[in-house]
């Protein structure tokens, strides 16, 4: 089973700042991999997929990029509706498992 | 616009058995595939295991096998998720999102809102 590990656990930023949040694969993913926000009391949402393509409607403010094992999701200027829990996703074994997840807040 | 219902919140004593519903509209039901996914209160997500629409085909989580079963009804776009034997750490929001319609893993681009289950005696 591929091990997805993300950091940080938390991650505390000031309105308007960069969040930068990153994720490690234990072996090669290619470019399978999927991002997700999950909102207090909200089911995830697709974000990111292919590493780096937003889903429909997700703003442009956040960005994925990596490949391989190494991959890093970045929200530009933070508005304080981010706040949530970001988990990655490989999908390049079935049946794709998540990181444990990272927490933005507002600092 | 896909949209994934579930089915409401659920108290159960240990040892019942929960069935959640997940009834789809949007899409092509027989085009994809259903995965359920748990959350225990506070933690990460946990694949619990997929069923193929056109053919019940079934992929369980090692961890789940014996005590879970899923089904679909194809004439009311609707999957459902039985949980058996449950126990206190079952207590968790249970979620079913879209999937591939072979085992073949994907994003998956479409959540229920989820279903609250809450096992105490």
């Known amino acids: 089973e591929i091990v997805m590990t993300q950091s940080p656990a938390t991650q505390s930023v000031s309105p308007g700042e960069r969040a930068i949040l990153s994720c490690r694969a234990s072996q090669s993913v290619s470019s399978n991999l999927a991002w997700y926000q999950q909102k207090p009391g909200q089911a995830p949402r697709l974000l990111i997929y292919?590493?780096?393509t937003r889903a429909p409607g997700i703003p442009a403010r956040f960005s994925g990029s990596g490949s391989g094992t190494e991959f890093t999701l970045t929200i530009s200027s933070l508005q304080s509706e981010d706040v949530a829990r970001y988990y990655c996703q490989q999908y390049h074994n079935w049946p794709g498992t998540f990181g444990q997840g990272t927490r933005v807040e507002i600092k | 616009q896909v949209h994934l219902v579930q089915s409401g919140a659920e108290v159960k004593k240990p040892g019942a058995s929960v069935k959640v519903s997940c009834r789809t509209s949007?899409?092509?039901?027989?085009?994809?595939?259903i995965s359920w996914v748990r959350q225990a209160p506070g933690q990460g997500l946990e694949w619990m295991g997929w069923i193929s629409t056109p053919n019940g085909k079934t992929d369980y989580a090692q961890k789940f096998q014996g005590r879970v079963t899923m089904t679909t009804d194809t004439s009311t776009r609707t999957a459902y998720m039985e949980l058996r034997s449950l126990r206190s750490d079952d207590t968790a929001m249970y979620y079913c999102?879209?999937?591939?319609?072979?085992?073949?893993?994907?994003?998956?681009?479409?959540w229920g809102q989820g279903t609250m289950v809450t096992v105490s005696s």
């Open positions: 292919a590493a780096s």
């Open positions: 999102a879209r999937d591939a319609v072979i085992m073949a893993a994907i994003p998956r681009d479409s």
């Open positions: 949007g899409y092509t039901f027989t085009s994809y595939g």
